[in-house]
Every structure is written in C-alpha cells, then in structure tokens.
C-alpha cells in the first residue's frame, strides 16, 4: 500500500525539480544579461552551463556527496559576483573588452574618453559566470538523477520532467508579461527549492534559510537600480531610465533618447523635407519600424502626415515614450500603436504606405538563447526587404537609418537595397562624407539609406551637390532648409547634407532568411565564438572531474546523439516560426512550451502503443524533416493566419512528436535512466554548440546534421541491444 504513494511522492518531487530548473534557466538568463556587461549577446553561455551541470549532477546522483545543499549558497554567489560587477561599470572602474572585428555588438564598439578603469576579456567573465552556472544546475541535476532511478516507470518519470519544465516556462512567461522585477522572479522560484531541500537534505540547518534570505536582500537591492534612475524590467531587458535626460539604457548599454524635435534630431525629418522640396506628393501614410520612445513619429507629425503605425516589440520602453515624450506623439489620434515585431505586422497588414523607416532598429539581444540570431535580424533579410516593398504605394520611399558602425555594414545594406529596388539607394552620412568603403569605420555617425521614389531627390542632389538643413527662427517650427541654399545665409549652425559615393572593395554576403546574420561580416565562426567553444570545452572537462561521477560511468552515444539532434530541431523550429509569427517574446515562449507539449503526447503515445520498432518512427522523423527543412516560409508567410497555424504545426511539430516517440520508446527500456538522461542532456550540450555552424552554413543545412546525429543514434541503439545495455 505504501509503495503507490511513494511514487507519486517521487513524481512530484521530480516535478518540482523540473520546474526549478527551467524556471531559473530562465531567471538566470534575464538576470545575468541585465548585470553583467553584453552578456545579452551571449546568453547561450548560460542555457549550455545550465545543461552542463544538469548532466554532471544526474551522472553524479550515486555519489556520496550530495549537492543540493550547495544550491542556495551558488545562486548567492553568482547574485553577489553580478552585483559586484555591476557596481565597477557603473563606477567606471571595470569594463569588459568584446571583440568586434568579425560581427558588430552594438555598445561595444568604443569606450568613453573619461574611462579611467580595467578593460576584462569577456571571455574571462563569462567563464566565471559559466562555472557558478553549473555549480548552481549540477546539485539540481543530482537530485533530478536520484528520482529517475526511483521512479520504475520511465516513462512517467519523463512526463513528470517535462510536464515541471513546461509550467517553468509558463509560469516565467506569466511574471515576464506583469513586468515584475527580479525580486519576485527569486522569491517564486526559491518556494519550490524550499520544498525539496526540506524533503531530500537530511541535515537542514538554519544556513540554507539565511542563504536564501541573503540571496533576496540582495535581489531586492540590486533591482531598485542607480540613484536618480528609474529601474523597469521588460521581457527583453532591464530598463534604467533618467526622466531629466530623457535617456534610455537597457542592460547598461545606452539605448535611446528623447528629446523635443524642435531642438534636436533634425535628421529625422529629412524623408519629408527632401520629398517637399524636390516636388514629390506630400507623404500622407508612413509606418514607423523601431517605434521606440517616439522621436520618428514626432516629426513625421510635425510634417502634416494624416496616419502612422508605430510598431514596437518592447511594450516598456513604448510606454515610456507615452508617458514622457516632450511632444506627446503616441497620444496624436492619427498614431496607431502596434506592438509587434516589424517583420510580423508586414505579414499581417495588407496597407500601403508612402514611407516606411526603420527607425535605429538595434534590439542589444539575442532572439533567444537557443540561437544566434538577434531580435532583429529578421528585418535585415533580401526576404524581408522585398516585403517591405510590396507594402509601399507607387510613390512610397523606403528610409533606414541608424549609427552602423562599420563601412561593410552600410555596404551590405546599400547592396541588399539595390538588390531588391533594383536601383542605387541614396546614401547620406552626417555629418556629411565624399566615401562610405567597407573597409573604413563609420564611427559614431548617424548614417541614412533611402530607397523607393527617389528619382527627384537625386535629380536635385545632382544639380545643386547638396541640401542645406538650416536652424534659425524662422520658418516652420524653426527649420529652414532647401536645395542649393546658402547655408552662410541661414545660420552658422548650418549643416550641408550630400550622398556619399559607396566603394566596394570585395564581394559582401547579403543576409537572406536562411543566412539572417547581418551583423556578420562573412560567413565564418567568430574567433571570439571559437575561444568560448574552446573555454566551455576545457571548463566542463574540468567540472566532469570535479564531481568525479559514480556509478555507470559510461555515456550512452544513443542518448547523446538522439539529445544533440533534438537540441538542433528544438532551435530550427525557433528560428522558423518567428519568421512566420514574429520575434516577439511572447511567440518564443508559446514555440516552447508547443514543443514540450509535443513531448508529452509523444509519451503518452508510447504508454498507449509502446513501440517495439522505432525505425518506422526514424522514417518519419527523416521524412517530415525534410518537407519542413526545404519548405519555401514566404509561401506559408502568404497564407491566412489560421492556415498559416495549421501548416507550420504540420511541418515543423510532427518531426518533434516522431523524435519523441524514439526517445520515450527507448528511455522506458533504460536501466540506467540517471546515466541515459545525462547523456541526452550532454547531447544537447554539443546541438547547442554545433548551433554555431549556421554562422558558416545557414539554417537549412543543420537539416543534413540533425539527420546524421539521429542516423548515428540508430547505429548504436543496435549496438546498446546486442550489449544487452537495454531490455
């Protein structure tokens, strides 16, 4: 009679640690970027040492040491090392050092000239943050390990698992849609641990109750932010804001700023003060991509549009704008407030507008950590541009612009324009330069590309060599300007604006939807992605050591193959479907949990049939990988948006529900669960490093490698039988 509760004392034990994981997954992933400089841009470093540990910790769960003790005393540690390096960049004493020479990381391209402080390889932060990570995820692990061997119904047990990491990503998503700052994110996830350190540590002293206390105050602390600076969390980024500034900084790299479009940002306007002046059609319609705190639409008001879209993916840093905008442009009844990603709202809008801007698009984070892609990417495809010429009206004129950085940058995305516009864009850089080559720095200028109907405004910058953008007090709003105007007889603060001539010096790779890495000079692995590939390689060897694994000590190459493949399937789902539905957070966590969901059908799928034969299950597996991999997403872009539901759900869930049924078929036959489970999550661990060849190859090749990992899972599933290793 006692054994039926135990198990389900067991099963909801591993539940709650499911949940733990994931769930801090997630909090660790948002937190560390918030604090710790540009790790945004490496927020994978933290799903890959998380996994790490996790496999450590359940190859270790027959040891005598038990480790989840050490627990709440790593998650303080790691709290206390992000606040002591948040407090040294914010004094100016500490900075991290990123290497920009193969891909631009916006915010990291120049230091400030008053930085007096020690410049750090990020390689070097990143590897402590690494080490603290699996400390943290291996005592999890363990106990994770434990109740596996407990739990005589693998399959259960594996429900269970997935059913906690499901309600993790939920309930995450759920605190991230309040906007509720870390405090709360700690102290909801500390509930769960609480529960199973009473349950499985024998010893319980006060410590482990004082650790979590201190880790709160901490928490608690850190989240209130600088002095003077109001302090918000978005799903994508903490927020410090400086209401007298106007300013807006997201994950300590500055961001945007506010500011009267009487006073400042005049650049903003040059679309309608070229159109008018060049005597083309007023522009009535515009859709402003990047909406941001509101400047782009400031002036597009000032210049007497009738509508705007203004579409922005973060709903924070939107109301900001609303609230405290010096000329109040979201509370202008011709503005409609979107927020979405722009490539999303293209798909979805059948309007035709006579400007389109992407208005300083630079997101300062990764689409999700599983991938490389950035939360804009997407917009910076030839697909993507040819969208946005199909929304623009016989006279419409597209505009991008932003501080770029780099020559080849301003190269590609002239070349992408000319590509799909089939016409050399205007190029203008200000202040003003003859030459835009890609093999020179732009530096902090402030760089407009302009594609569309634009035959006027060249034909005048051919006649008179340059616009004269002029401020005075008189005109409208101040502004005065025009071709050929003599910029003495304005005002000294005159600015002469001319196209600069663009030198290509090499072939440029252009950015297509399955190449989406703008920011990439060329098709390669970064030296700095290969010094981290290097680094995790080398700590998690000398981890592995360190916890000194008891029990089966070899890793099952079936679970590891079968682990790696479903990693890989995991991110091309990811990357599919925000083309199809947006990069938003909200589409990140429905892919999530729709795969976990998957999951638990395909288990339930094996309770009811139990599987005897699982190359059927390869045979579709190969089969539906290959109709998804190779189906054109702009056809399925076209579809409505229930049909649009149903065919990706078709092509890209039913690979996840056949590499489910194998693994569920296989893992109920374990005898070893702890050590196979480990060796799925290690799998995971090299599908999230081979994730990094996408940079050389493309989305679509990963195809022919998750292939070949779940053809190298067959071979040795054979030779695991023939050892009688399975039942």
């Known amino acids: 009679m006692t054994t039926r509760p135990r198990a389900l004392s067991h099963i909801i034990d591993l539940f709650s640690v499911s949940f733990v994981v994931l769930f801090f997954e997630l909090v660790f992933i948002r937190w560390i970027a918030a604090f710790v400089p540009f790790v945004t841009f490496f927020s994978n470093l933290v799903l890959i040492g998380s996994f790490v540990g996790m496999s450590l910790g359940c190859l270790a769960s027959n040891h005598r040491h038990d480790w989840l003790p050490r627990v709440p005393r790593a998650m303080l540690f790691l709290v206390a090392v992000s606040g002591v390096i948040w407090i040294l960049v914010s004094s100016g004493a500490f900075d991290a050092s990123v290497d920009n020479h193969d891909q631009i990381f916006f915010g990291t391209t120049w230091q400030p000239q008053n930085f007096r402080g020690f410049l750090v390889p990020v390689e070097l932060v990143l590897s402590i943050i690494f080490l603290l990570i699996i400390f943290i995820f291996a005592g999890l692990g363990q106990l994770i390990g434990r109740l596996f061997q407990k739990i005589r119904n693998r399959i259960y047990a594996y429900s269970s698992n997935i059913a906690g990491s499901l309600f993790g990503i939920i309930f995450f998503t759920f605190l991230a849609y309040l906007s509720l700052p870390p405090f709360w994110w700690f102290l909801f996830g500390f509930l769960p641990l609480v529960f199973l350190v009473f349950r ?45 500034q106007g300013t807006v900084t997201v994950n300590f790299i500055g961001h945007q700023s506010m500011f009267d479009r009487n006073v400042k940002g005049f650049a903003y306007s040059l679309p309608y003060l070229f159109t008018k002046d060049a005597g083309l059609p007023a522009i009535k319609d515009v859709l402003v991509i990047g909406a941001g705190t509101g400047n782009d639409m400031a002036h597009a008001l000032m210049h007497g549009v009738v509508n705007v879209d203004a579409v922005e993916i973060d709903p924070v840093i939107a109301s900001i704008g609303k609230k405290d905008h010096p000329n109040q442009p979201y509370s202008d009844p011709r503005v409609r407030f979107h927020i979405d990603d722009g490539r999303a709202f293209l798909a979805k809008t059948e309007k035709k507008y006579d400007l389109i801007v992407y208005a300083l698009v630079d997101s300062l984070t990764l689409h999700t950590s599983y991938s490389s892609v950035r939360l804009e990417s997407y917009l910076f495809t030839e697909e993507a541009f040819r969208s946005v010429k199909e929304h623009l009206s016989p006279q419409g004129i597209f505009v991008a612009y932003n501080y770029y950085r780099e020559g080849w940058l301003v190269v590609r995305i002239n070349n992408l324009l000319k590509r799909v516009f089939e016409d050399d864009p205007l190029v203008i850089s200000i202040p003003s330069k003859d030459e835009i080559s890609d093999t020179e720095p732009e530096g902090n200028k402030h760089t407009v590309l302009m594609t569309g109907n634009i035959g006027a405004v060249r034909g005048h910058f051919e006649r008179w060599k340059h616009y004269t953008l002029g401020v005075t007090g008189t005109g409208r709003d101040g502004r005065v300007g025009g071709f050929g105007a003599d910029a003495q007889e304005i005002s000294e603060a005159d600015s002469r604006i001319f196209p600069s001539q663009v030198r290509v010096t090499k072939q440029i790779h252009l950015p297509r939807d399955d190449w989406p890495f703008v920011y990439l000079k060329e098709p390669k692995i970064p030296d700095q992605n290969l010094r981290m590939i290097l680094i995790i390689l080398f700590l998690s060897t000398l981890c592995f050591a360190y916890f000194k694994p008891s029990g089966p000590a070899g890793i099952s190459r079936h679970f590891f193959f079968l682990g790696a493949g479903f990693m890989l399937i995991e991110t091309l789902n990811v990357v599919r479907l925000s083309v199809l539905f947006g990069s938003t957070w909200v589409v990140s966590s429905i892919v999530f949990s729709a795969i976990l969901i998957m999951a638990l059908l395909s288990n339930i799928y094996c309770l009811a049939v139990h599987p005897k034969n699982t190359l059927p299950y390869y045979a579709g597996l190969v089969f539906f990988l290959a109709l998804g991999g190779f189906a054109d997403v ?47 999550v290690l799998g995971v661990v090299l599908g999230a490093l081979l994730e990094s060849l996408t940079l050389v190859t493309g989305y679509r090749f990963m195809i022919w490698v998750i292939m070949v990992c779940y053809l190298l899972s067959i071979k040795n599933l054979r030779l695991l039988r023939r050892a009688k290793i399975l039942k």
């Open 200 to 244: 499985h540590v024998k010893n319980r002293t006060n410590r482990v109750w004082i650790t979590l206390g201190v880790t709160l105050a901490f928490v608690f602390a850190l989240g209130r932010g600088l002095t003077g600076l109001e302090t918000f969390w978005s799903p994508y980024y903490r927020i410090d804001y400086d209401k007298k």
């Open 634 to 680: 702009n056809v399925l872009l076209a579809l409505p948006l229930t049909s649009r539901i149903m065919s990706s759900i078709f092509l890209f869930f039913t690979p996840i529900f056949f590499a489910g049924v194998i693994f569920a078929s296989s893992f109920e036959k374990s005898k070893a669960p702890n050590t196979d489970f480990a060796s799925n």
